[in-house]
């Protein structure tokens, strides 16, 4: 069983940043295909960035250039960081692990004020 825990959400002014972190445990190592999606009110989830299982990187065109996502597989921890932060990034984002099933976190709230 996989469990993901986020953080590092919160409340910043449109322009700013904000890194969220997961940490992934349950399982004596890492997991090729992790990332990020969010939520935003009424709105489906979607991707922002994610590891494929082959090892590549993959980001919502709206957060290209803005947004990377790093991980340190000794540690179990994916990183996302957020750069020049927009309203409309508002919504909460939930770590994602994919081994055989899909695992998520219980998201982490990021709201970015105008």
């Known amino acids: 069983q996989v469990h993901l825990v986020e953080s590092g959400g919160g409340v910043v002014q449109a322009g700013g940043s904000l890194r969220l972190s997961c940490a992934a445990s349950?399982?004596?190592?890492?997991?090729?295909?992790m990332g990020w999606y969010r939520q935003a009110p009424g709105k489906q989830r979607e991707l922002v960035a994610r590891?494929?299982?082959?090892?590549?990187?993959v980001y919502a065109d709206s957060v290209k250039g803005r947004f990377t996502i790093s991980r340190d597989n000794g540690k179990n921890m994916v990183y996302l960081q957020m750069n020049s932060l927009k309203p409309e990034d508002t919504a909460v984002y939930y770590c994602?692990?994919?081994?055989?099933?899909?695992?998520w976190g219980q998201g982490t709230q990021v709201t970015v004020s105008s």
């Open positions: 349950g399982i004596g190592f890492s997991i090729n295909a």
């Open positions: 590891f494929t299982s082959g090892g590549t990187i």
């Open positions: 994602n692990a994919d081994y055989y099933v899909a695992y």
